[in-house]
């Protein structure tokens, strides 16, 4: 079974520090997304990524964070300046789109708990 | 504004009955659905998936079932077994663009 892996699992950051959350997708996959849940509430998505750029970003997604895929592995969220309100757990998402009428087609990490204090 | 919804927070259920999860959305471009499994502290897992040119779609003890008309999608257990218990999310999805609902929390009751 094929498997997205996210580091760290738990982070505890104080009030505007910065924070970079990493996930390693699936290698044949193209499209790469992270979600985050706040303790209570619904799935909210945050930013979605194809061939290296971000193909949809929704209103939680503000200047304050930023994705890259600096080697083709990796897949990072930096939070620039952390709030309160970012306390949450962050999923990251690997989507192998192109085969979507044969099963599954999003894997999630385990997630990462982020903190802020 | 939800898409996704499940109106159900919990459900409870006996032992070697059935359990039923529903999802309501209100986009009818959505043309892929999901179930995922969530436990505590851990990232959701695929369950099943279904088509919009499909009705019904089964796996083991696992039936999805798609009212295109209605817009609505449950999840079947049976029998329901207390390793079931987790959190349940349906998901749909236009393009490559998935949507979530807020999940029901099924417990099993042995």
């Known amino acids: 079974e094929p498997e997205v892996t996210q580091t760290p699992s738990h982070q505890v950051t104080q009030m505007g520090q910065e924070v970079i959350l990493r996930c390693v997708p699936i290698?044949?996959?193209?499209?790469f997304y992270w979600y985050r849940q706040i303790l209570g509430q619904k799935v909210e998505f945050l930013v979605s990524?194809?061939?290296?750029?971000?193909?949809?970003k929704s209103e939680i997604f503000d200047d304050q964070f930023s994705v890259e895929r600096p080697d083709g592995s990796n897949f990072t969220l930096k939070i620039r300046s952390t709030k309160l309100e970012d306390s949450a757990m962050y999923f990251c998402?690997?989507?192998?789109?192109?085969?979507?009428?044969?099963?599954?087609?999003?894997?999630f990490g385990e997630g990462s708990w982020l903190t802020v204090v | 504004d939800q898409q996704v919804k499940q109106n159900s927070p919990s459900l409870s259920v006996q032992e070697g009955r059935i359990s039923i999860l529903n999802c309501d959305y209100t986009?009818?471009?959505?043309?892929?659905f999901l179930w995922y499994k969530k436990y505590p502290a851990e990232g959701p897992t695929f369950l099943i998936s279904i088509s919009s040119i499909k009705d019904k779609n089964e796996d083991g003890r696992f039936t999805v079932f798609l009212n295109k008309s209605a817009k609505h999608l449950s999840l079947h257990i049976v029998p329901s077994q207390p390793g079931d218990s987790a959190v349940y999310f349906c998901?749909?999805?236009?393009?490559?663009?998935?949507?979530f609902g807020t999940g029901t929390s099924l417990t099993v009751i042995p």
């Open positions: 998402l690997s989507s192998d789109y192109y085969n979507r009428n044969s099963g599954n087609t999003i894997y």
């Open positions: 990524f194809y061939n290296n750029e971000i193909s949809e």
């Open positions: 290698s044949n996959h193209l499209y």
């Open positions: 998901a749909a999805s236009e393009g490559n663009q998935f949507y």
């Open positions: 986009n009818s471009m959505f043309d892929y």
